[in-house]
């Protein structure tokens, strides 16, 4: 058995989505995986559909290239609706054996009252999740070195570029 042929990796345009594609191509490259870049289109009237989906597109085109070119099978899929929902509903459809989810990292506070995108895809399906917590990078990427527990530098002091992220709330 193959572990994870399908990686279905949810972005939305935030400095997140460095964090969680670092890891992914890691797991890709280890397992000769496919990757499926999500960016939901949340949108609720006519008015702002289009919007949504023109900037989930953006988001896709800026992270699919960046894979591609190192040589990742790559998909892209603009889902449209509530991202948790459409989140599980893609994963299943497409057969996909990992979801990974960027994480913001807000506190519980901040959490209990915006509910957490990664806690609800958890509580929604059987997919495996890989829950990458992107605070680190994105202070390395500000040239804020974040020290792990042994005082080396965290792996965002070598620098993340770019933008991307979940497609809800982490």
Not at 10 to 37: K, N, Q, R, W
Not at 98 to 127: M, N, W
């Amino acid at each position: 058995m193959t572990f994870f042929r399908r990686i279905l990796v949810t972005l939305d345009g935030s400095p997140v989505d460095d964090a969680v594609l670092e890891h992914v191509t890691a797991l890709a490259a280890a397992f000769h995986s496919e990757v499926i870049l999500l960016r939901v289109a949340h949108f609720h009237t006519r008015d702002t559909m289009t919007h949504e989906v023109e900037d989930a597109q953006a988001v896709l085109e800026r992270a699919a290239p960046r894979l591609e070119g190192r040589g990742f099978a790559v998909r892209t899929v603009v889902g449209r609706g509530e991202p948790v929902d459409d989140t599980v509903e893609q994963a299943e459809t497409l057969g996909c054996d990992l979801i990974a989810i960027g994480t913001h990292g807000h506190g519980t506070l901040k959490r209990a009252v915006l509910g957490s995108f990664a806690e609800k895809v958890r509580h929604a399906t059987d997919v495996p999740l890989l829950l990458v917590k992107a605070h680190a990078l994105v202070d390395g990427a500000r040239g804020v070195a974040a020290p792990d527990e042994a005082g080396d530098p965290g792996p965002g002091s070598a620098g993340a570029a770019g933008g991307g992220g979940t497609s809800g709330e982490a």
